[in-house]
């Protein structure tokens, strides 16, 4: 059964969905279900169970509040969906980012509202252009609650920071940390909402070899980086339990980043797993993979994610989360993963309220 029928909530425009957390046993339609997918019973809809031997199907996963895609070429360009968008959003700043072909401008304070800024199909692979990252994840003029202010509790490594959470945990050296005003994630076309769209985001993001592939699928004369892995954090609003959103969301990051339009491939946890982190932070994760996603193009790879269920200090639900390649060359070990989320602190007062 699928995690959720729509990206658990928090970060996406709230008019485009439903509240995933809301939906007692998962029973609406499968918001995810596509032309050829329709033999399959939703896993969300609380049907008879498969045969404990088969992969759980997943009806369609609930995004919840994305970033940027990981090695795995963005989701399903393997399948022929070549669907799925990277979205990089920059709140109060007029900064137009490049996602394939396809980019999303924020010109005030709420990064859940992307306005589109440009047309056309989007590479699956694509992620934010050079000119756009390098203004606006560098500097520390766009937020004076800046990373470069932090003090990292890993020696030698680099401290992440999203003061609208009010959350904050550390990366290896050789990461490289976005500007806490950058929301990225995937999108990818459901016919069931309003729009068209549906959607998965985050914020304080950093990303690790973010150049790990390049290709210029869509033949446009401009090459599209795909990072390794990427990590950040998001609200989880309408969220009941830490479990909940442990289980729900990382399913949508592997369906966004890596296996859209399939979903065959991909199996979750169905226990989360209690954790507590360092600085005393307790919830819980769960992980989400895929296995032998069709693929065809140069940086398609299978796709695995983990997310941190937990309260920040304004008592309210949030999520951290990680995405990245499976099953290639370099691939983020889990112990450094773990490492990484035992960082996880409460940071400030959260300004998102």
């Known amino acids: 059964m699928w995690p959720g029928q729509q990206p658990p909530g928090g970060e996406q425009n709230p008019q485009a969905q439903n509240n995933p957390y809301q939906q007692p046993g998962y029973q609406q339609p499968n918001p995810y279900q596509q032309p050829g997918y329709q033999q399959q019973p939703n896993p969300y809809a609380q049907q008879p169970a498969q045969p404990p031997t088969q ?28 669907r799925t968008k990277l979205i990089a959003i920059v709140a109060a700043a007029a900064v137009v980012v490049a996602a394939g072909v396809t980019g999303f401008l924020v010109l005030g304070g709420d990064d859940d509202d992307p306005v589109d800024v440009s047309k056309g199909s ?30 990292p509790t890993v020696a030698g490594w ?10 904050a945990f550390d990366v290896p050296a050789d990461w490289e940390v976005q500007s806490p005003g950058l929301s990225q994630g995937f999108e990818w076309e459901d ?10 985001l985050q914020s304080g993001t950093a990303e690790y070899k973010s150049k790990w592939c390049s290709t210029d699928s869509d033949k446009d ?11 950040g954090t998001k609200g989880a609003e309408g969220a009941k339990t830490t479990d909940e959103i442990a289980i729900n969301t990382p399913a949508w990051w592997v369906f966004g980043g890596y296996t859209e339009p ?15 982190t ?10 989400a993979q895929s296995t032998n996603t ?16 937990f309260k920040n200090s304004n008592g309210d639900y949030v999520s951290w989360n990680l995405y990245g390649a499976k099953g290639v060359k370099d691939e983020l070990p889990k112990a450094t993963i773990m490492q990484i989320l035992s960082t996880v602190r409460l940071h400030g007062t959260p300004t998102q309220s």
């Open 55 to 82: 992969p759980p199907q997943w009806g369609t996963p609930s995004p919840a509040g994305a970033p940027t895609p990981p090695p795995g070429g963005g989701g399903g360009s393997g399948n022929g969906g070549n």
């Open 122 to 151: 989007a590479s699956p692979t694509a992620s934010v252009s050079a000119s756009a990252s390098a203004s606006s994840s560098s500097g520390t003029d766009d937020n004076p609650r800046s990373n470069e202010t932090e003090k």
């Open 158 to 167: 680099k401290v992440v920071v999203n003061p609208k959470w009010g959350i």
């Open 191 to 200: 016919k069931k909402q309003s729009d068209g769209y549906d959607q998965i």
């Open 221 to 231: 004369g401009k090459t599209d980086d795909t990072a390794l892995a990427m990590v």
């Open 262 to 276: 399939d979903k065959k491939s991909i199996t979750f946890d169905k226990k989360a797993t209690a954790f507590t």
């Open 278 to 287: 360092a600085s005393g932070i307790k919830g819980s994760y769960a992980w």
């Open 294 to 309: 069709p693929q065809k193009g140069k940086c398609d790879s299978d796709g695995k994610a983990i997310t941190f269920g």
